[in-house]
Structure formats: structure tokens, C-alpha cells
């Protein structure tokens, strides 16, 4: 890989971010997360640190929605949120699911 697609604020005393995130095995949203906030101090600009603080919150948040979702939703099948049911998916327009209902 090249050096463009593997910037250095992703390594930290020679361990990268996504080595971390495979060995947790920290889904889409919480890998995110760790992402953000493992580099947001090697930012110089106090909004770049800002930004990424932000950036993960709104990880965070989606996360929270999707384990609300498992929680109270009684179409929550095998650990995986339904398309029709999550309030963030794109995929809600492709009825994916037949028990689908705007």
C-alpha cells in the first residue's frame, strides 16, 4: 500500500488504527469511532480536533439507534438491523424486505 492510503495520524506507537479495530472486531460504526478519536489529538487546528470529536459522536449516535432499534423492534432478526426498520438506511426505498411498512 501506498503511504497516501496510510497516512501517519493512523499510527500510533507503531499499532494502526485498524489493526485495533480488526482485532476487536468493532463493527462499521464503532470502528469509526475509535478511528476519530484516536487521531484527533495529532490534529494542529483546534476545529480539525473539533471536527473529528463530532465526527464520532455521530457514530456513536448511529450506533445507539441501531442497538434502540434491537431492543425494542420484534423484527430485529439474527443481529441485524432490518433496512425498513433502522431510521438511518438508505435501503428503505429498495424493499428489501417484504414486511417492510412506511
Request: aromatic residues 8%; proline residues 4%; contains cysteine.
Amino acid at each position: 500500500m501506498t503511504e497516501e492510503i496510510r497516512p501517519a495520524h493512523y499510527k500510533h506507537g507503531g499499532i494502526e488504527t485498524w489493526d485495533v479495530i480488526e482485532t476487536f472486531k468493532l463493527n462499521f460504526n464503532t470502528g469509526n469511532v475509535f478511528k476519530y478519536i484516536s487521531r484527533y489529538d495529532n490534529k494542529e487546528l483546534l476545529s480539525d480536533k473539533i471536527k473529528d470529536l463530532s465526527k464520532a459522536l455521530t457514530y456513536i449516535n448511529r450506533e445507539i439507534s441501531i442497538l434502540k432499534d434491537k431492543e425494542g423492534n420484534p423484527l430485529f432478526i439474527k443481529g441485524e438491523v432490518s433496512p425498513c426498520l433502522h431510521p438511518h438506511s438508505k435501503l428503505k426505498s429498495l424493499s428489501v424486505k417484504q414486511d417492510c411498512h412506511e
